[in-house]
């Protein structure tokens, strides 16, 4: 879903869930957004409900946010980026919060 963006010169989507397609020479991300509505999970006096992930045919139904598409150099240096940064960033996390 898009952002107002008031603070920038680009647009900024958030996302919950990406699917993507890597080949010789490129990868093709496809940004989701998926939230269930309550109404359809919730139920009046039943405590806390545990909501399912959304199934592959849910997530390929949903139109995307927006698509990237990388070069191969980028996406190697994204990786390289994420194996040396998530380790450190995953240990300042907060446990309560999960892992989304």
């Known amino acids: 879903m898009p952002d107002d963006g008031k ?4 647009p900024i989507y958030h996302a919950n ?3 993507s397609n890597l080949n010789a020479d490129e990868m093709t991300m496809e940004l989701r957004w998926i939230a269930p509505h309550h109404k359809d999970w919730m139920k ?3 405590g806390v409900t545990q909501i399912p992930p959304p199934s592959v045919e849910d997530v390929m ?3 995307p946010v927006a698509r990237v598409s990388l070069t191969f150099n980028a996406v190697r ?3 390289q ?3 040396q940064a998530f380790p450190e960033i995953e240990k ?3 446990p ?3 892992t989304t």
């Not at 603070?7 to 680009?10: G, M, W």
């Open 81 to 83: 980026y994420l194996d």
């Open 17 to 19: 869930i990406v699917t």
């Open 77 to 79: 240096a994204l990786k």
């Open 96 to 98: 309560s919060r999960g």
């Open 61 to 63: 139904a949903t139109e």
């Open 92 to 94: 300042s996390r907060n």
């Open 44 to 46: 009046a006096g039943t």
């Open 7 to 10: 603070k920038c010169d680009f």
